[in-house]
């Protein structure tokens, strides 16, 4: 019986760390900077021209934890993936 006492107590503790990680995660600045309503959502099609006015070729654009995550070859030729804020396109970070 006590050796299902500590499994138990174990779980628990699993689970509570589980649970406040995710809400640690949530309010970091990444999420802070993309939670913006999807009506104030900048188009595609804004996004694309944008980078492509830096000179960036895009390869893909989709939607990632509420930021827009693209895919783009820079005018130097490097590949680089960004997160960008839906509403201001500014970067939010490198994405992994």
Known sequence: MPHRLGLAATLAGSLLFVLSS?????DSDDYARCNV?????K??????EALQAKGWTVQSIRSDDGCYKV????????????KLNPETLEPVDEAD
């Open 43 to 48: 188009p595609r099609a804004a996004v694309e």
């Open 22 to 26: 995710g809400m640690a995660w949530a």
């Open 71 to 82: 895919k783009v070859i820079t005018e130097t030729g490097e590949k680089q993936r960004i």
């Open 37 to 41: 309503p999807l009506s104030d959502w």
